[in-house]
């Protein structure tokens, strides 16, 4: 009950916002990344850590995580961004993706919003390791066969089971900030790395973090495809993000 109660005073507190995922060729928003902030008293907005830190054990990580994707994708719907061709991308917790009734939740929700699976993608975190990589590669498949996209996130050189996870049936790698904004050989070779990876499977690497034209320029000439970063958006709201998409051209802000 105690955690039923927090839960729901969380969620109460909880403001989704979207950050544009860009196509380095063109700079034309591909996706928009849900983000969950948590507002406190007066209505300060605070960062991701609360509800980060709430998702403690696979049952509540699963509840909370479908509750901010039902929010995202009323939202979603209501202001149409499908007819923009922007599709969605949602955190999903690797060790949430355990839950035995996962695949089946995420059924419910996306149709109780009357949307096609391949309009949605999940972005795969890794806020606890999951060790049961057997069980976590036969849910990516079932997500892909039912026609959801899933990315790799804040991929590091120090992610646990990362050639492991890296060969399982995803669409997408998206590199950490750390990374991307690094100067260290080691870094700069991993990124080579992930993108001649990613460039042989057919996927796209995202990089996070990018703020400046030169560190643009850079990941696209080696072979990036998309990117996200304060160059080109700070979160939105909704509303902001329509406003967004409705310029009619795109640049760096």
């Known amino acids: 009950m105690h955690n039923l109660v927090s839960d ?3 969620m109460a507190s909880i403001r989704i916002f979207y950050q544009p995922i860009v196509r380095l060729a063109d700079l034309r928003p591909a996706y928009a990344e849900v983000l969950a902030r948590t507002t406190g008293a007066g209505g300060t907005l605070g960062g991701a850590a609360t509800v980060v830190e709430a998702m403690t054990g696979t049952e509540r990580s699963m509840h909370l995580t479908g509750c901010i994707m039902q929010r995202a994708l009323d939202e979603y719907t209501e202001h149409d961004f499908a007819a923009q061709n922007l599709h969605i ?18 059924e419910l929700i996306r149709a109780s919003a009357g949307l096609p699976a391949g309009n949605i993608h999940f972005e795969l975190t890794e806020r606890h390791p999951v060790h049961d990589l057997k069980a976590a590669c036969a849910v990516i498949t079932t997500l892909r066969a039912a ?15 990362l050639p492991a996870l890296l060969d399982m049936p995803i669409r997408a790698v998206k590199m950490d900030r750390s990374v991307v904004i690094s100067n260290l050989p080691s870094d700069q070779e991993f990124i080579r790395a992930m993108v ?13 973090g990018i703020e400046t034209v030169d560190l643009l320029e850079s990941l696209r000439a080696r072979g990036v495809t998309h990117g ?18 409705a310029a009619a051209t795109w640049q760096p802000a």
Not at 91 to 106: C, F, G, K, T, V
Not at 228 to 245: D, E, I, K, M, T
Request: aromatic share 8%; charged share 10%; glycine share 8%.
């Open 147 to 161: 026609g959801y996209g899933l990315a790799l996130d804040d991929i590091t050189p120090s992610m646990p089971y």
């Open 196 to 208: 001649a990876q990613a460039t042989a499977n057919g996927q796209d690497i995202i990089a996070e």
């Open 8 to 10: 729901q005073a969380l």
């Open 228 to 245: 996200q970063g304060y160059l080109f958006s700070h979160p939105l709201p909704a509303a902001g993000l329509r406003q967004y998409l």
């Open 89 to 106: 991308a949602i955190n999903l917790p690797l060790d949430a993706m355990l839950h035995p009734d996962l695949a089946p939740r995420i």
